[in-house]
């Protein structure tokens, strides 16, 4: 199976020497209209939150794990049965409520973990469960959350899960 997608690239954004990296599963619609990740309600919470802690959020850099938007906004679409995926993927794909991510979206783990590479950010925000389950292998928030956890992707960086 070929993961349908928009064809329109969303970029990440932000300083890459940033500390912060703040990774979401898929662009919103906003994001799609601006061209840049988290420029939508998630980026207004985001920023509410920064101004909490006197963090400037434009000082983050912000990506997304596809940087495309999924077929009328949902990213079921991108979801497959377990029989599906190579064993060695299980951890990074799923499950995510018994569903996995389609093997497709694997090029796109690989361009996260090569930006997370590249950035050496000091600590990952992942935003939802879909985000934590690729970074951390855990998908169950109410567990993740609170702690710093170890980026599986790119091991002895910090990584802090939340709701999306």
């Not at 377990?82 to 018994?98: C, D, M, V, W």
Request: proline letters at 10%.
């Amino acid at each position: 199976m070929t993961l349908p997608y928009h064809p329109k690239l969303i970029k990440p954004v932000g300083p890459p020497d940033a500390e912060l990296m703040i990774v979401s599963r898929y662009p919103g619609q906003k994001d799609f209209q601006a061209g840049y990740a988290l420029q939508g309600g998630s980026a207004m919470l985001l920023r509410e939150a920064c101004d909490e802690v006197q963090y400037e959020l434009k000082s983050t850099f912000r990506t997304n794990v596809v940087p495309h938007f999924p077929p009328q906004g949902k990213v079921d679409r991108w979801l497959v049965p377990k029989k599906s995926i190579p064993a060695e993927y299980t951890n990074i794909l799923g499950p995510i409520n018994k569903k996995f991510f389609d093997p497709d979206i694997l090029p796109f783990v690989a361009e996260l973990q090569e930006h997370i590479r590249i950035h050496q950010p000091n600590c990952i925000l992942a935003l939802g469960a879909e985000v934590s389950r690729i970074l951390i292998g855990n998908d169950k928030i109410g567990q993740c959350r609170g702690a710093v956890h170890d980026c599986q992707l790119n091991p002895g960086t910090k990584v802090i899960s939340t709701y999306s």
